[in-house]
């Protein structure tokens, strides 16, 4: 599914992959909750039924990537 630009399936798909990841060793705490923030974040823009816009989402996760150090 694709809401305005932003192409749902293709995240939760990346987001997936990552999830293989969280709780291993040598993988930091802070990748995980970036990787859990990144799901609620991805499923408030699902459920906003497009109220939320592709500049908020954009705007939203940049932070959460900002506030755990994690490069774009």
């Known amino acids: ?15 997936l992959d990552s999830l293989q990841y969280v709780g291993k060793p040598g993988v930091s705490a802070t990748f995980s909750t970036y990787v859990a923030e990144t799901q609620q974040l991805l499923t408030e823009y699902e459920q906003s039924g497009g109220k939320m816009t592709d500049y908020e989402f954009g705007r939203r996760h ?3 990537r900002d506030a755990h150090r994690i490069p774009r």
Do not use: P
């Open 1 to 15: 599914m694709t809401t305005g630009t932003i192409n749902v399936a293709r995240m939760r798909e990346d987001l």
């Open 62 to 64: 940049d932070a959460i």
